[in-house]
């Protein structure tokens, strides 16, 4: 059993940046592919971006390509996922994932078994 717990949603004005933190449980963080994703009010959860276990290939929405950057740090089995340039349309729950890898597949939200109960993140224009 993994526990995921987020941090460091808040209010940002557009144009500014956020660092969110995903604290894991367990002792084989390293070997679980992680995600991040979103749920925007009246809108499905989507995927937003994903990292590897095996050699930390990493996969991101288009529409946060460039502005986003996911990155593990294994020895604190922490996931972090560093947003700038923030826009309006970026304000939604974002919500940690891990799984085993068994599929090889990221993207979607039945490729990961756990999640975190989510960090809100709001834009302001």
């Known amino acids: 059993q993994v526990q995921l717990v987020e941090s460091g949603g808040g209010l940002v004005q557009s144009g500014g940046s956020l660092t969110l933190s995903c604290v894991a449980s367990?002792?084989?963080?390293?070997?679980?592919?992680m995600g991040w994703f979103r749920q925007a009010p009246g809108k499905e959860r989507e995927f937003v971006a994903a990292?590897?276990?095996?050699?930390?290939?990493?996969y991101y929405l288009d529409s946060v390509k460039g502005r986003f950057t996911i990155s593990r740090d294994n020895a604190k089995n922490t996931l972090y996922l560093q947003m700038n340039t923030l826009k309006p349309e970026d304000t939604a729950v974002y919500y940690c994932?891990?799984?085993?890898?068994?599929?090889?597949?990221?993207?979607?939200?039945?490729?990961?078994?756990?999640w975190g109960q989510g960090t809100q993140v709001t834009v302001s224009s």
């Open positions: 994932a891990a799984d085993h890898d068994y599929s090889g597949s990221y993207y979607f939200i039945y490729d990961y078994d756990y």
């Open positions: 367990g002792r084989t963080f390293s070997r679980y592919k």
């Open positions: 990292i590897s276990w095996r050699d930390g290939t990493t």
